[in-house]
């Protein structure tokens, strides 16, 4: 009976200071006040590394935006760009109306002394005579200095006709350009804003699910400490047994 109460008593105090251990060196979190040495069971490594593979995937997504905001304004200065051109293109190839409406007024003036005549099989001769007669002359009077009804106008139309056709094409290329690139920043927007809202939505549940674990080991912590303080009373009332036991000793010793 004294060996196995004495042999208790050794074992006792080892699990006492073993059980007391946990509660002595407790370090608490400064944020959130949760004891590092209470969670076992968790590993901020892997959540932490999870919040920084997002804020990667955030920042990308950013930068995309971004360098499509900038493609966007070099559009918008090559618009700027072509259309400077445009009016330039159309300064240097604008034709004055007198100079282009000339050879039709001056065809309509010969039309308009060409004579008629009730036998127009024969007076074709003389007809075409007089016109060639008075375009002669008038090619003779204009000289070659001046400008004249002479056809040169028309071919100057045809290379500003070329431009605007050219300018034309490149505005509608630079506007599905535009819409292309206004799709694509709408989207990479929407993107951005689902990615936000799924990272606040695993924010949201990991600090549920932080906070459910944090209340299962207090419950737990709060158990131990319960069995902790019912061994050391039950290591109390094996002390004060073995104290008596020995004053027993004592006396029967004497």
């Known amino acids: 009976m004294s060996a196995s109460l004495v042999s208790t008593e050794e074992v006792a105090p080892g699990q006492s200071s073993a059980r007391e251990s946990p509660a002595l060196g407790v370090d608490a979190c400064p944020t959130c006040g949760t004891s590092s040495s209470l969670l076992p069971d968790l590993d901020p490594t892997v959540a932490a590394k999870r919040i920084v593979e997002l804020e990667a995937q955030v920042r990308l997504l950013t930068d995309k935006a971004t360098s499509a905001v900038d493609r966007i304004a070099d559009y918008e200065d090559e618009l700027r760009r072509l259309r400077s051109s445009q009016t330039a293109g159309s300064k240097r190839f604008s034709v004055d109306p007198a100079l282009a409406l000339t050879p039709s007024t001056s065809i309509a003036s010969e039309d308009g002394i060409r004579p008629h005549t009730a036998n127009p099989t024969g007076a074709a001769p003389a007809s075409r005579m007089s016109r060639f007669s008075s375009l002669l002359t008038r090619k003779s009077i204009s000289g070659p200095s001046s400008s004249g009804p002479s056809v040169t106008p028309l071919p100057s139309a045809l290379p500003h006709r070329s431009d605007d056709d050219e300018l034309r094409d490149a505005l ?25 809202v799924t990272l606040f939505q695993q924010a949201n549940e990991m600090v549920a699910e932080e906070r459910r674990a944090r209340a299962k080991l207090e419950e737990r912590v709060a158990v131990l400490e319960k069995r902790d303080k019912e061994k050391r009373s039950r290591l109390e009332r094996l002390e004060n047994a073995v104290k008596r036991i020995d004053r027993v000793r004592g006396l029967l010793a004497t």
Do not use: G, N, Y
């Open 172 to 196: 509608e290329k630079e506007r599905c350009l535009r819409r292309d690139a206004e799709t694509k920043v709408s989207a990479m927007s929407s993107e951005i804003e689902e990615l936000s």
